[in-house]
């Protein structure tokens, strides 16, 4: 079946730190990829998408490249604030019969300190 | 910007009684959806509403949950007789393209 799978967390990270959150999927076909952000007491927002194998997707300065050979969507950020501490969701749409329905991976805390 | 809006925010319930849960999607979306995440899990989803019917639903959308688009605007989560294993938070989200969904804040549902 389609699933998942997020690196643990929490990530506690300096501020300007490099940020990476690793996200691996099993689905068949080319499902569409996604990271969502969950900021303290909000809901879920629609951080970056991609919907085929090797586009990128980016926004505020987050980045993620679908990676079909490693069925991968790691999300890297170059220089993290304190304003990025938030919850942040892989998950992915399947390629077939798609109601558009999403499927999300546990989800990682990002703390980033001063 | 439009944005989908949820209420309550917080509601809490004793076991066995009904509960409703609202939401208003933006207003030129056509696909609807809930969610659930129960406290330090993962979200999951619970159904797909197109066309004024149930495109999809989890194993978890057993005959206690309904939904229902009653005036063009809302879109409701019905829970018939609540146990306390729903305590959750619910999440609708909507959409007008498929692939980008927009979820509204999200009512927190304490079972008692």
């Not at chain 1, 389609?2 to 099993?26: D, H, R």
């Amino acid at each position: 079946g389609n699933s998942v799978t997020q690196m643990e967390g929490p990530v506690t990270l300096s501020e300007e730190a490099f940020l990476t959150i690793n996200c691996t999927y099993t689905a068949t076909g080319y499902p569409s990829l996604f990271w969502y952000v969950q900021y303290p007491g909000e809901g879920l927002q629609l951080l970056l998408k991609a919907t085929k194998a090797d586009d990128k997707g980016s926004n505020k300065g987050f980045e993620a490249t679908y990676r079909k050979e490693t069925t991968s969507f790691h999300l890297e950020k170059g220089s993290v604030q304190v304003s990025d501490s938030a919850v942040y969701f892989c998950a992915l749409t399947p390629a077939s019969g798609n109601t558009g329905k999403l499927i999300f991976g546990q989800g990682t805390t990002l703390q980033v300190k001063p | 910007e439009p944005e989908v809006t949820q209420t309550p925010s917080h509601q809490v319930t004793q076991m066995g009684q009904e509960v409703i849960l609202r939401c208003v999607p933006i207003s030129n979306h056509l696909y609807f959806y809930w969610y659930r995440q129960i406290l330090g899990q993962k979200v999951e989803f619970l159904v797909s509403f197109y066309n004024n019917e149930i495109s999809e639903k989890s194993e978890i959308f057993d005959d206690q949950f309904s939904v229902e688009r009653p005036d063009g605007s809302n879109f409701t989560l019905k829970i018939r007789s609540t146990k306390l294993e729903d305590s959750a938070m619910y999440f609708c989200a909507s959409t007008g393209q498929v692939n980008e969904q927009y979820f509204g804040p999200g009512t927190r549902l304490t079972v008692t």
